[in-house]
């Protein structure tokens, strides 16, 4: 991935809202930006946690095994609990397995190709009406109001849950996410190296000036 002189640094995101570490690392991320110098973009990538759970029509089968127990999700909560304090974040939930991410994805997407100025606010939105404020983003309702709040054209944003080229589109972008070696979330991409999980600033920084300065 190579950058002009003038463009700005590019990092690659694969997140899905519905998941909280993926919350927790936009927050790990906004703490690193902030201390950084220099700009550096942030190039979401979706992928779809529930992708192999999900009945042909799109919607989740809740009752398919995905191989994740009780004390999968229990060890997920503690785990999401120290991020927390590490970060200092405060969260309305610890976990939403009943909520389906794939109408905000859609939506995100749409803006992120349409009105790409506005899709980081459209994207913090989304974060924050779901784990700070407990909405479910899944609502077509819930995702036109957020859209509203950031000056986006409401009814592109309700055609654009409803479209199937568009959830074809993504379903393609999940797979080549797979293809890539994208096997969970959060996953930071900077040229060819890659830290995965809800990682610290300290480690961003590594993994972007490390790449940089490995080109001096």
């Known amino acids: 991935m190579s950058e002009t002189a003038d463009s700005p640094d590019r990092l690659e995101l694969y997140a899905d809202y519905v998941c909280p570490f993926c919350y927790l690392g936009t927050r790990s991320l906004e703490q690193y930006r902030e201390e950084r110098e220099a700009p550096l973009e942030i190039d979401w990538q979706p992928f779809d946690l529930r992708s192999g759970k999900r009945n042909p029509d799109g919607s989740i089968d809740h009752e398919a095994d995905d191989g994740k127990d009780d004390q999968y999700y229990e060890q997920a909560k503690q785990n999401v609990r120290r ?23 859609q939506a995100s997407w749409y803006v992120k190709q349409e009105y790409p100025e506005q899709w980081a606010a459209f994207d913090e939105a989304i974060y924050q009406a779901l784990w700070q404020d407990g909405r479910d983003i899944g609502d077509a309702d819930v995702l036109a109001d957020l859209a509203e709040t950031v000056g986006l054209p409401v009814d592109e944003i309700r055609s654009a849950i409803d479209d199937d080229g568009l959830r074809t589109e993504l379903e393609d972008r999940f797979q080549a996410a797979q293809r890539r070696g994208i096997t969970g979330v959060p996953t930071f991409v ?19 000036e490390g790449a940089e300065q490995a080109h001096r």
């Open 83 to 105: 991020l927390q304090e590490e970060y200092g974040v405060e969260m309305n939930q610890i976990m939403a397995t009943e909520v389906d991410s794939l109408p905000a994805q």
């Open 190 to 208: 900077y040229e060819d190296h890659a830290a995965r999980g809800a990682v610290p600033p300290a480690q961003l920084e590594r993994l972007v």
